[in-house]
């Protein structure tokens, strides 16, 4: 009982960003660096699974994954093997970064309210932070970008976003300029909307869950634990937003890609 009350009197409601713990080393940090750490060796025994040629689990998984987005990306660029395969590498390369770091992030909130409570001030789910999502939307962005300059050309691109004179008279000329502004201040809100949808998804996520625990472990006299058995649901519900918010950010980036890629 006085665990869970002194748990609950440092309920620790985190940043839009991460936290120092030591130095510059934030709690963003520490968590991204172990995720990778745990992707690296999982990657590794995967690689040697497949060279060796050993039936497990984890290398069928990973076979069906990859032929699953294979045939997804295929169908999603309208048959086109050849443009399908540029753009899984980062397509489904934010798409595991994010579903997998969505449950890497509940696994270390689990850790934290059920058996280590201190973690929680060391370590947090990596899409809580503004500036981890922020950067994977820079990513796409330019890499859009790119798939636009080399569709169109340095020069038809920034044509394209200033001076789009193109139109049989002035009044269609003065349009598509206008229409052009327009894009090029989408390409901002583009980077704005998807770093802010997932950071927002993710972050309230955790704040609903460790609120909720905490008054209902408050309307219960302490008693933790009953907040922790009655927020189960919301874990579920959260892996199910984690799953979503990565494939809506794939399929965004699937459309903006073959948009970039028109030559119109």
Same mark, same amino acid.
């Given at each position: 009982?006085?665990?869970?009350?002194?748990?609950?009197?440092?309920?620790?409601?985190?940043?839009?960003?991460?936290?120092?713990?030591?130095?510059?080393?934030?709690?963003?940090?520490?968590?991204?660096?172990?995720?990778? /750490?745990?992707?690296?060796?999982?990657?590794?025994?995967?690689?040697?699974?497949?060279?060796?040629?050993?039936?497990?689990?984890?290398? /069928?998984?990973?076979?069906?994954?990859?032929?699953?987005?294979?045939?997804?990306?295929?169908?999603?660029?309208? +048959?086109?093997?050849?443009?399908?395969?540029?753009?899984?590498? /980062?397509?489904?390369?934010?798409?595991?970064?994010?579903?997998?770091?969505?449950?890497?992030?509940?696994?270390?909130?689990?850790? +934290?309210?059920?058996?280590?409570?201190?973690?929680?001030?060391?370590?947090?789910?990596?899409?809580?932070?503004?500036?981890?999502?922020?950067?994977?939307?820079?990513?796409?962005?330019?890499?859009?970008?790119?798939?636009?300059?080399?569709?169109?050309?340095?020069?038809?691109?920034?044509?394209?976003?200033?001076?789009?004179?193109?139109?049989?008279?002035?009044?269609?000329?003065?349009?598509?300029?206008?229409? +052009?502004?327009?894009?090029?201040?989408?390409?901002?809100?583009?980077?704005?909307?998807?770093?802010?949808?997932?950071?927002?998804?993710?972050?309230?996520?955790?704040?609903?869950?460790?609120?909720?625990?905490?008054?209902?472990?408050?309307?219960?006299?302490?008693?933790?634990?009953?907040?922790? /058995?009655?927020?189960?649901?919301?874990?579920?519900?959260?892996?199910?937003?984690?799953?979503?918010?990565?494939?809506?950010?794939?399929?965004?980036?699937?459309?903006?890609?073959?948009?970039?890629?028109?030559?119109?």
């Amino acid at each position: 009982m006085a665990a869970s009350n002194g748990w609950l009197e440092g309920l620790h409601i985190p940043l839009i960003q991460g936290e120092y713990v030591y130095g510059p080393i934030t709690n963003i940090t520490i968590t991204i660096v172990i995720f990778w /750490l745990v992707v690296f060796l999982i990657g590794m025994y995967a690689k040697y699974l497949l060279k060796n040629n050993k039936k497990s689990r984890l290398k /069928l998984f990973f076979l069906t994954f990859t032929k699953f987005f294979d045939d997804q990306l295929r169908d999603a660029f309208d +048959g086109d093997k050849k443009k399908a395969r540029k753009y899984y590498p /980062l397509i489904v390369g934010m798409f595991f970064i994010i579903l997998f770091g969505n449950l890497f992030g509940l696994v270390v909130d689990w850790f +934290g309210m059920s058996i280590l409570p201190e973690l929680l001030y060391y370590m947090r789910p990596i899409h809580s932070d503004l500036n981890t999502t922020l950067v994977l939307s820079l990513v796409t962005v330019v890499y859009m970008l790119k798939v636009q300059i080399g569709a169109q050309g340095a020069g038809g691109t920034l044509k394209s976003y200033l001076f789009d004179f193109r139109g049989g008279n002035f009044l269609e000329k003065c349009i598509g300029v206008f229409v +052009g502004w327009l894009h090029a201040i989408g390409v901002f809100a583009t980077t704005a909307s998807l770093s802010l949808r997932l950071f927002g998804n993710i972050f309230a996520g955790i704040i609903l869950i460790w609120v909720v625990s905490a008054l209902l472990a408050s309307a219960t006299g302490g008693l933790f634990e009953i907040g922790r /058995l009655a927020v189960i649901p919301l874990w579920f519900f959260e892996v199910f937003v984690a799953l979503i918010q990565a494939i809506v950010f794939m399929y965004l980036m699937i459309a903006y890609f073959k948009g970039a890629s028109e030559h119109h």
